[in-house]
């Protein structure tokens, strides 16, 4: 599932000196408890190499700030109400951010064999889950 995340962006990132700056992380979920959750377990093991830009628990309001702020990483959540995390990415898609989905619910996992879901990652998100990902960007981001 992690491999897939990245075959869209592979040839619209640009290769950058990792070591020179930090990996700008946004989260939007409409459960604040679940942003937290999240930036604590970011911080604990990769504090040095990330920085959050934002988060947001109104799905319309976080596209607003993705096409503003551009972060490199988006995780979202699949289900929000007013507007789901697929429908979100319709906004983005043109941008090079890299979106990693979050679900609470395990028969959503099934949906991220879909094209336009990049990859999916089951919450909460286990720490091994969390270095995976943030290994495979980096590795990408250095190319």
């Known amino acids: 599932?992690?491999?897939?995340?990245?075959?869209?962006?592979?040839?619209?990132?640009?290769?950058?000196?990792?070591?020179?700056?930090?990996?700008?992380?946004?989260?939007?979920?409409?459960e604040q408890h679940a942003i937290e959750t999240l930036i604590y377990d970011i911080r604990e093991s990769f504090h040095e190499n990330i920085q959050i830009v934002f988060t947001e628990t109104n799905p319309f309001e976080g596209a607003r700030q993705v096409r503003l702020i551009k972060p490199d990483v988006l995780f979202l959540d699949m289900m929000m109400p007013g507007?789901?995390?697929?429908?979100?990415i319709n906004f983005i898609n043109d941008l090079d951010t890299i979106v990693v989905f979050t679900t609470a619910y395990p028969e959503m996992i099934k949906q991220c064999n879909a094209p336009e879901i990049p990859a999916c990652l089951l919450k909460p998100v286990s720490t091994s889950d969390l270095e995976g990902i943030f290994s495979k960007i980096w590795n990408l981001l250095k190319r």
Do not use: H, W
């Open 1 to 30: 599932m992690i491999q897939r995340v990245f075959q869209k962006y592979r040839n619209r990132i640009k290769p950058t000196n990792v070591s020179d700056r930090k990996l700008n992380v946004a989260i939007i979920d409409d």
């Open 83 to 88: 507007m789901s995390g697929v429908q979100l």
